[in-house]
């Protein structure tokens, strides 16, 4: 995707059962600027038109009539031509643990509803910094050579991750399922920075931190922490030594950011 990819160039489908709700949104998107726009009200007829038109971004209801959007998130990652479009999802919903299962499937942005244009403004503009290449400049590292290590037990998730990495020019990215799996990479391989989630099973991302920082051989390495976890219960893994911590979902940019002022401090 080219790194000057503009609003209006953007190409969305929006997926809203409330015909109500399907206008009011489409009304905003077009006084964002957008020209190209499908709306359909469920997963079915979203599948089926994408089949001919594949979108740069879905934004979805929460809940739809036949599936929720992490159950329609999750159909569009078997399709190769469909697992690498950004996602958003519109919902109502107050509930933390009723969004986990989107925040996990790798969505851009949630958005409230209602919303006001500055909220759908800064989700396009996240929607652009994720598909445009723009390489994060280094004076110590070069960035092609960086050897990055992504442990989530969500395979969406450490995909939507390791694109991330790979947008801002990252090329070297290792995956593993969880804490005990990602003990096995950093005894087998050197890497340059370790990207873990908090909640997983058999060893969380709490667990991983201490074990890290406790090692001789690979204590020195920086890591951040991607997690949607309430920041109260976050406490013990900044005690660990965890050394940042990014939000799900969460903006290229600020991952961009922690990047340099991780591996270059007094850059950042």
Do not use: W
């Not at 986990?100 to 652009?128: H, I, N, Y």
């Not at 445009?132 to 969406?156: G, K, N, T």
């Amino acid at each position: 995707m080219d790194a000057d990819l503009s609003i209006e160039e953007l190409g969305i489908l929006l997926v809203e059962p409330s015909a109500v709700q399907r206008k009011v949104i489409c009304q905003h998107l077009m006084e964002q600027g957008i020209h190209t726009l499908e709306a359909v009200e469920n997963a079915r007829e979203a599948l089926n038109r994408m089949r001919s038109f594949v979108p740069d971004l879905i934004i979805s209801s929460l809940y739809l009539p036949d599936a929720n959007a992490d159950e329609l998130f999750a159909l569009m990652q078997k399709e190769p031509r469909l697992a690498q479009v950004a996602k958003m999802v519109v919902s109502s919903e107050q509930k933390r643990e009723n969004l986990e299962a989107v925040r996990q499937a790798g969505v851009l942005a949630l958005l409230p509803k209602p919303f006001d244009r500055k909220d759908l403004e800064r989700a396009l503009s996240t929607t652009l910094e994720y598909l445009s290449h723009e390489e994060v400049e280094l004076e110590l590292y070069d960035i092609a050579s960086l050897r990055v290590l992504v442990v989530d037990d969500s395979r969406m998730a450490r995909k939507h991750l390791s694109r991330v990495l790979q947008q801002i020019g990252v090329q070297q990215i290792d995956e593993a399922v969880d804490g005990s799996e990602g003990i096995r990479c950093l005894e087998q391989a050197a890497y340059d920075l370790v990207v873990t989630d908090y909640n997983m099973p058999v060893m969380d991302g709490e667990a991983l931190v201490n074990h890290i920082r406790q090692s001789a051989d690979y204590s020195h390495i920086p890591i951040m922490m991607v997690t949607s976890e309430d920041e109260s219960r976050l406490a013990g893994v900044r005690q660990a030594g965890v050394s940042a911590i990014c939000d799900k979902p969460f903006e290229v940019s600020q991952v961009r950011q922690l990047l340099v002022s991780l591996l270059e401090p007094e850059a950042g």
